[in-house]
C-alpha cells in the first residue's frame, strides 16, 4: 500500500479511487458555498516551503469589513515525498518547520476558524479555480561540481504542471507564477503550454488568449518567515495588460502593498530577470569578499572592521557583504544559473553570464578555505577531533539547504578527521545521510583539538571561551569563519593558550604580539 | 630659460637661486608670524587635484571663536607641469578648474583675507612643518590594454616625496599620508624611508620613531568639490597610536566630524586596504551590470527599469550600479591594480585579486559594446558621420581623465569613421592630443549619420528629439549609452524615422512594435 511519511514519522496512506471521485464532489460544494459567499476561488500549485505559506497568506486576507478576499485549495501531488501535506495541513498544522510563531498560528486559524484553506491532491480543484499561483519548485541542477556554467535547469515537472492547468482552468482564470524561474520562461514555457491545451479544448485563444502573470516572492526562512511574504515589496508582470490588471489586484488584496509598494514591469522576461539578476548580484558580492578576506588575512588586515568603516560612508557601500563559511539555501546557489542556463537556452545568446557564474563557483567551493586555515595549523588532520558548530545554512533557522557546513564535513571527513557536529535548530541533516545533529554542545566540543564555529548561531556568539575550553578538556584551535568571535573573546582564547584563526582576520596575528 | 606654462597660457619662469634664498627667509618669518598668532604650521605636499583643495580646507579651518588653526604652505616642485600652481595660487586663484563655486571662494578667501595659505616650491618648508599632509599623485600603469594583472605602481616619485619629507622634518611632525596607495604602503615604504633618513641625521628612532598617519580622501569633482573634503567620512589610522591621536586631533578640527563621524582602525594596511576594496567594490559592480545589460538587450528588458524595481527592496540592493558607455576617471580605474600590486610586490602572495582585475579589464573594454551597438545598425563605419556628446568621464564635470569616450573614439577613428566630438565643459581634450571640443553641438550634429549620447551632461538630457534631427538634418541613429533617453523620447525619435539602440535597453525593440 504506497504510503507518504512525514518528517515526524507519520504515515499517510494514498487516496484510494472511491475517495477521489469523492474528493471532487467536495471540491465543487466547498467553491460553490465559497462563491455564495462572495469569495474567489484561488488554487495554490505546490505545498512547499513557499507555495503552502502563500496559500495560508492568501486564505488570510480580508477586506476592510473583515471578509476574506478569497477560499484557497492548496495542491500538492500524491507522491512519497508530497503527499503528506495535504491531510497535515487539513488538519490546520503547517507543513514546514519554521522558527516564526506567526506559522503555527496562521494555518490553523485559516483552516479551522476562517475556513479559507484547505489542500487538495486531485487536480479537478483547476476547474474551479479563478486564480491560480504556481509555485512549483524548480531547481538548478550542477552536474559538475565548481563549475557552474554546466548548470541546468531541468523543467519537465514544471512544464507538466503548466500542461495540469492549461488542461483544466477556465480561459478567464489568472495564472501568476510565483516560481523563480529561468528568464523566458512565462513567454516560452507557461504560454506554447497553456494555449496548446486550450487549443485542444477548443478555446479561441485570440479571443482568450492565457492570462499568464509572473511576480516572484523574496521568501527568507527564520523568524520573519509570513512576514516576507506579506509585508515584502513585489514586482510584477503579466503577458499581456489584463493579466498584469488581474495580478495587480491580487497582490493588492493579498500583501501590505501601502507599506511595501509594489512595481509593474512591462514584461514578464523582465520580472523573471529581476529575480535572478537581484540574487545574482549578491552571490558576486559575496564572491569578491573571499578574495579581499583571504588577503585580509595575509597583511594583518580585519576585513569585518574595514567593511564596517567604510559603510560609515552612507549611501554607497551599504550592500557589502562578508565573507564567511560559505554560500548555502536555495537562492543564491542557483539563480545565477538559471540566468545563465536561460540565456544559452532559451535565447540562444552566445554571451552569458560569467561573473554571476564565477561567482556561484566561488561560493560553492568557499569551505575549502576555511579547510586550508585548518590546515595552516593542522598539516596533517588524520585522527584529528574537529568539532563543527552548526549545519544549517543561515543563523537561527533549521534551514540546511545547500549548507556549506556540508562541503567542510565532506573535505575533513576525506582527511580522516574525526568529526562531531552540533546545531541547536537542526535534528537530522537531509543532505548528509539523515544524520543525528548532536544538541548537547559539551557532547561536541568533547575532547576537540579544533572548534570550527561555522555558523552564527545565537548560542555560539553567546559561548565563552573557558567554557568551549572546560568543554574541549584543553585549549583547542579556534575557526572563526565570518567574525563571530569579538577581539575580546579572541585575546581571551588566546591567553588561555588557544591557537585562533578567522576567515578575514588578518589582525590576529596582531593580537597575538600584543597578548602579553 | 625655463618656464612652466598654466592651462590658461600663462608662462612662469622658474624661480632663481636668489628667490630660493628670499624664499627661506619668507617661509622663516612667515611660520614664525603664524605661531605667534597660535596657529600650526601645515605643509601640503601635492598641489594638484586633492592637495590644492586639501590645502584651502585646511587653511579654512576655524575654531569656535572664529580663530584659524592652521597656517598651511602648498608645496609643489619646480617643473614645467607643475610650477605654475605656485604664483596663482599665490595670486588668490584656484589652481583647478571646477564646477563647485566655493572653489573660486576658498583661494582668495583663504590667501588674501584670513591669509592663511601660501604655496612655495622651497624644500626648506618641510623643516618649519607640525604637520605634513601629503598629497602626491599615485598612479597605477597598465601597460597592457585589457589586461590589467600586468598593471603596477610605479612609488619612485612618491619615494623621493617621503625623502624629501625625512630629510627636513622635525622628529615630533606628524606625516599624513591622503594620497591612494597600495596597502602596506606607510609601513613598508614611508616608514622606512623617513626612519632612514632620521637615521642619517642622528635621530633616535627609538626615542622619536616618525609619527606617520594614513587617512584617505574620497573627492569627487563636480559642484561638491569642497564639500567632499570637508563634509565627508573619513577613516585613519597611524603606525603607532600617537601618530593616529595626532592625526585624529587633525582631522577633527579640520573636517566635519560631527555630521559625518569618522572612523579609527588600527593599521595603516587596514585603511590603506579600506580605500582601495571601496572602489573595487564600486568597479565590480560596474563590471557585473556589463553582462546583464547584453542579456537585457538580446531578451528585450530594459535593465535600468529593472534595477529601479528592484532598489524599490530597500536596505539589500541600494547599491547596485547601471552600465554605461565605459568607467572613467582616477579611482575605479587604477585602486583594484594597487591593491593586486601590492598582494603581489609589497606581500609576496601568491593569490592575489582576480575578480578585482577581471572588473577593471571589463570597465577599460566597455567602450567596446556601444561600437558593437552601432555595429548591429552600420557593419560598415567608413566614411560613417558619428557625432559624440560628451567626453569628460562624469556627467555635469570638465573632467576628462580616463574617459570612456577616448576609447569609443579610437575605436571608431581606426574604422575610419569620420567623428565630431562635443561636450559644454570640457575646452580641449588632453588625452587625444589637445584636440579642441566643439561648444556648438549644432556644428557637431550636421549631417551625422550616428549620434552617440556618451556621458549624461544636463544640456543633453533636455535635449529634444526634433532639436536632434533638424540639427542632423535627417533622422539618424541614436545610441543612448546610459538610459539618458526616457521612452516617451525614444518613441519620438522612433516616430520621426530615427533608428534607436541603447546600453541595457532590450525593450527599445518592444517600443517599435508599438510604435504605431
Not at 40 to 56: C, D, L, N, R
Not at 358 to 386: A, G, Q, Y
Not at 396 to 416: G, I
Request: proline residues 5%; hydrophobic residues 40%; aromatic residues 8%.
Amino acid at each position: 500500500m504506497p504510503i507518504s511519511v512525514a518528517p515526524d514519522g507519520r504515515e499517510f496512506r494514498f487516496p484510494t479511487p472511491e475517495q477521489d471521485r469523492e474528493e471532487i464532489q467536495n471540491l465543487k460544494t466547498i467553491s460553490n458555498e465559497q462563491r455564495r459567499l462572495g469569495r474567489e476561488i484561488v488554487v495554490v500549485q505546490g505545498m512547499g516551503f513557499v507555495g503552502s505559506v502563500m496559500a495560508a497568506v492568501v486564505a488570510d486576507a480580508e477586506d476592510g469589513n473583515g471578509n476574506p478576499y478569497y477560499f484557497v485549495h492548496g495542491h500538492d501531488l500524491v507522491s512519497r515525498r508530497s503527499y503528506w501535506k495535504i491531510p497535515v495541513i487539513n488538519s490546520g498544522e503547517p507543513p514546514v518547520h519554521a522558527e516564526d510563531p506567526e506559522i503555527s498560528r496562521i494555518f490553523p486559524r485559516c483552516v479551522k476558524e476562517k475556513k479559507t484553506l484547505r489542500a487538495t491532491w486531485n487536480k479537478y480543484v483547476y476547474k474551479l479555480a479563478d486564480i491560480v499561483v504556481v509555485d512549483i519548485q524548480l531547481d538548478a541542477i550542477k552536474p559538475v561540481f565548481g563549475n557552474a556554467s554546466t548548470g541546468y535547469c531541468d523543467l519537465s515537472a514544471f512544464r507538466r504542471g503548466m500542461r495540469t492547468i492549461g488542461k483544466n482552468i477556465s480561459p478567464e482564470c489568472l495564472v501568476l507564477v510565483e516560481t523563480t524561474v529561468p528568464p523566458g520562461t512565462c513567454e516560452k514555457v507557461v504560454k506554447p503550454v497553456i494555449e496548446e491545451e486550450f487549443k485542444k479544448r477548443k478555446i479561441n485563444i485570440k479571443k482568450n488568449p492565457p492570462l499568464i502573470a509572473h511576480s516572484y516572492e523574496r521568501v527568507m526562512p527564520g523568524v520573519k518567515y509570513v512576514s516576507s511574504i506579506r509585508n515584502f515589496w513585489r514586482t510584477f508582470s503579466g503577458v499581456n495588460n489584463k493579466s498584469a490588471d488581474l495580478a495587480e489586484e491580487f497582490l493588492n488584496n493579498v500583501l501590505d502593498t501601502e507599506n511595501y509598494p509594489f512595481y509593474r514591469l512591462d514584461s514578464t522576461n523582465a520580472s523573471e530577470f529581476a529575480k535572478v539578476l537581484e540574487n545574482s548580484y549578491r552571490a558576486t558580492n559575496i564572491a569578491l569578499m573571499l578574495e579581499w578576506a583571504k588577503m585580509a588575512e595575509k597583511i594583518g588586515v580585519n576585513l569585518f572592521e574595514v567593511i564596517k568603516s567604510i559603510k560609515v560612508r552612507k549611501g554607497t557601500h551599504d550592500n557589502m557583504l562578508k565573507p564567511s563559511l560559505g554560500v548555502g539555501g536555495y537562492c543564491l546557489t542557483k539563480d545565477p544559473v538559471l540566468a545563465n542556463w536561460a540565456a544559452e537556452t532559451l535565447f540562444n545568446l552566445d554571451e552569458t553570464l560569467p561573473i554571476a557564474i564565477h561567482s556561484v563557483n566561488i561560493n560553492d567551493t568557499m569551505s575549502f578555505h576555511t579547510v586550508e586555515l585548518i590546515e595552516e595549523i593542522f598539516p596533517r588532520l588524520v585522527d584529528k577531533r574537529i568539532a563543527i558548530l552548526g549545519v544549517s545554512y543561515l543563523k537561527d533557522v533549521a534551514d540546511t539547504r545547500h549548507s556549506p557546513s556540508k562541503l567542510l564535513w565532506e573535505s575533513l571527513m576525506e582527511k580522516d578527521a574525526i568529526l562531531s557536529v552540533h546545531d541547536p535548530l537542526v535534528e537530522t541533516w537531509p543532505e548528509v545521510g539523515n544524520m543525528k545533529v548532536e544538541k548537547d554542545i559539551n557532547v561536541t566540543l568533547q575532547d576537540a583539538d579544533i572548534v570550527v564555529f561555522a555558523v552564527g548561531h545565537k548560542i555560539y556568539l553567546d559561548l565563552e571561551p573557558e567554557e568551549v575550553i572546560k568543554a574541549c578538556g584543553k585549549p583547542s584551535f579556534i575557526v572563526d569563519c565570518s567574525n563571530f568571535l569579538t577581539d575580546e573573546k579572541i585575546m581571551k582564547y588566546l591567553k588561555l593558550g588557544c591557537e585562533v584563526k578567522g576567515v578575514g582576520k588578518g589582525h590576529v596575528e596582531y593580537l597575538k604580539e600584543i597578548r602579553e
